[in-house]
């Protein structure tokens, strides 16, 4: 009905899977690198879980995409089965010839070793992937445990993909299913979008329904993240009730309020702003009882604290017996922001922040940014998360921010205390409540690092060579140990595991994979003397 309104070429939101409409998050696009990781490895478990609506299936279909032309497949989408149950779906996904009629667990299993064995010797992978694996009974997740014991000297021969709910990772730390845990090579919890995100997923869907221009103002995004929890299907649902109500009423953009009863129609109840989080709860007929997690409030209340309201001052005049009240002009809430951005040269940011590395950067030079930085022997890391995550990679950042008009301008990120950040372009500098800071930033960051001797990407278990040495020799520093003779180290055994505990340590996934969060934290640990926000270091 609104199509032609808003110039739509299609139904930009519709909560049916469609591959046009793929948006892969940085979240999504690190969940299938875990995936294919874990695809690559001697065979055993992959494990994928996340809440209803944050993108496990679209997780799954790039998968299915990438995986070799020598797959064969079983897609399993309704695991409440029982075990002979399960066994007769696989069979039947791969092809496989059984007896008619039977239930016997025997026979199936037989049937699918035999297989197995056949496809491996004809050079093919054997993979089964059981979605909403949160459904399985414990005996039946016993009994495809089992399907993995056949095995060559160097790989198993079957691979097995779970995909579930986070109730899924509860159940296999029940003792009875630790044999099974201990098995998964690679695991992934799937979180909703960041704020940031949220706006890039909307503006892609209406920008593949053919609309470039931004329907949903940016203070919009901000109360969609805050209503959504960043959950993809809900965000889906709430912009296609909202862009109805702005058809109705002749609107060509969705204000935060059309959002706010939009949501209310579709949800029944709104979550108030201060609330901290969401409850769990159903999500209206459309959504089948999807349940939301509030990822807006998540970021905390010291994010959206509200400016100090200024009190009258009341002076007494010496001649008259009554006060006669005069009440104090209130400060620009926007004087940084106005000051940053007059005449912004993003050029400028840049500037400020190879400034804190020490490096010449000329606004008025044809270099870019990323050449100068691998000159310096320096790389840039773009990242969008909230404002918790500045503060634990503790590095100057430039930061992406929206002016008054809605307009994008830079500034870098230079120092940071516990209430106040200071933001510098060229030679202007402001120093910012942070409260008020976010209300302009949507999540969008880069920084410079420095990349060890010999790094040409993620460090992989197996590998050697400089970067391997280097890595050795920061893990006997941050334990203060004498240095071990490294030689030709391979990146496995005690140096992997002490990788996987720092990482825990530190908040990142405990994946032993090493990239570039996991250099910079441990450069921060191990006294580098690179520039720093702040002088804190974690207790």
Known sequence: MYLDYFGLNTEPFSISP???FLFMSERHREALAHLLYGMKSDGGFVLLTGDIGTGKTTICRCLLDQLPEKSEVALLLNPKLSSAELLATICDELR????????????FVDAINAFLLEVHSRGHHTVVIIDEAQNLQVDVLEQVRLLTNLETNTRKLLQIILLGQPELKQMLDRPELRQLAQRITARYHLSPLSQAEVGDYVGHRLSVAGVQRPIFLPVTIRELYRLSGGVPRVINVLCSRALMGAYVRNEHTVSPALLTEAASEVLGTVPRASSRRFKRGIVGKLLLALALVAGGAALGASFFKSAPLVEPVVVAA??????????TPAPDPFEWVRALSHGNNEKLAWQSLFREWEVAYLPDAAVAPATLAAEQGLALLAQRENFSAIRRLNRPVLLKLTGVQG???????TELADETATLQVGTVARTVAIGDLVRH?????????????GYRGVVMPGERGPVVQWLALQMDVLHGRQSRSVGELAYNGSLFQEVQAFQEAEGLMADGLVGPLTLIHLNSRTGSGQPQLADWQKE
């Open 318 to 327: 010496s001649s008259v017996v009554t006060a006669t009240p005069v009440v």
């Open 441 to 453: 930033w949507f999540g969008d960051f880069i920084l410079l690092w420095q990349p060890p001797p």
């Open 407 to 413: 307009e994008d301008f830079y500034a870098a990120l």
């Open 18 to 20: 469609d591959p046009s």
């Open 96 to 107: 496989i010839v059984y007896p008619a009629g039977t239930s016997s667990i025997k026979v």
